[in-house]
């Protein structure tokens, strides 16, 4: 069965860095997108990166040139690289297989 765990979200002042990871399993990792989304306090879910199997990379407005996603085929394993982090990163972050399975979502703050 798919899974996504994901991990390194915390608290972080804006200006600051931070790198989640998501830890697939259950499906052929290397021949499938993957993604992060986020949802913030009264927004709706957003797409912020998205990765292919041949590593080709789209990233939301508000992210690029801040944000990086990245994948390791070996480890089955999607990070996200955040940085110049901005209050308004402030959200729930979510780990997508494909558009079809999620994780359970890691808590980013941003805050002084």
């Known amino acids: 069965q798919v899974q996504l765990v994901e991990s390194g979200g915390g608290l972080v002042q804006p200006g600051g860095s931070l790198r989640l990871s998501c830890a697939a399993s259950g499906f052929s990792f290397s021949f499938y997108r993957m993604s992060w989304y986020r949802q913030a306090p009264g927004k709706e879910r957003e797409l912020v990166a998205l990765?292919?199997?041949?590593?080709?990379?789209n990233y939301a407005d508000s992210v690029k040139g801040r944000f990086i996603i990245s994948r390791d085929n070996a480890k089955n394993t999607v990070y996200l690289q955040m940085n110049s982090l901005k209050p308004e990163d402030t959200a729930v972050y979510y780990c997508n297989a494909f558009g079809a399975y999620w994780g359970q979502g890691t808590q980013v703050t941003v805050s002084s």
């Open positions: 990765i292919t199997s041949a590593s080709s990379t």
